[in-house]
């Protein structure tokens, strides 16, 4: 039986907004470790009129369709900020889901580079959704439930961007850490954190402390 070729449909209107977020819902469903997001959440991040990222950035999002239906999405992004600081002209991709269908995951990933290389940029680097501030890179391996702003996707994701062509830029590591161990006393943290800490705090002029109750409006401010 041939396949249904996979159409690429830019994100224009609400209704597609609405189904670029839902997609994962579909995707993972039958995923007890996946954790949903909030789906206002989801319609603020995405919004230029409430998200920050938009003001110093150029994004385009992408649905991926077979007989009509989504099978995948990704952006498309320029984080001019990034750029300028860094002194590159790096495009990057996100929200990158699809099912198990290289199809689909070439087509998602040629837009994104097709796009960002039609802006003058020399490279694609991604996942990021939208940036370093956000949700990074691609899960390998994971012993449990998934971390609080770390990506959670199939084991074939990296197997398919690999075969597109791309390669690790660097390794993102998350760590749990035992508070009973250290018995609620910053003493007996180790070392190192409390040097990298106090040199940083030190460094930025920022003190620590608890808030004043009785004053709780001034506080706020």
Known sequence: MTEKPVEI???????HIEEFIRFPFKLYRRDSNWVPPLLS?????????????FDHADVALWLARQNGEVVGTISSQID????????????MFGFFETFNNYAVADALLATAREWVRARGMTAL?????FS???QVGLLLRCSGPPMVMMSYNFPYYST???RFGLTKTMDVHAWL??????????????????????KNRQRAGVTVRGPRMQKFGEELQ
Not at 9 to 15: C, F, H, M, W, Y
Not at 80 to 85: A, G, T, V, Y
Not at 125 to 129: D, E, N, T, V
């Open 125 to 129: 680097r991604g996942p990021l959704s």
């Open 80 to 91: 001019h900020l990034h750029n300028e600081i860094h002194d590159e002209k790096i495009g």
């Open 9 to 15: 449909q830019r994100v224009e209107t609400k209704s």
């Open 177 to 198: 850490v035992n508070q009973a161990q250290y018995e609620g006393k910053t003493s007996t943290l180790p070392t190192k954190l409390i040097r990298v800490t106090e």
């Open 132 to 134: 370093q501030n956000h």
């Open 41 to 53: 959440e989801r319609r603020a991040f995405l919004n230029p009129d409430h998200n920050p990222f």
């Open 160 to 162: 398919f961007c690999q």
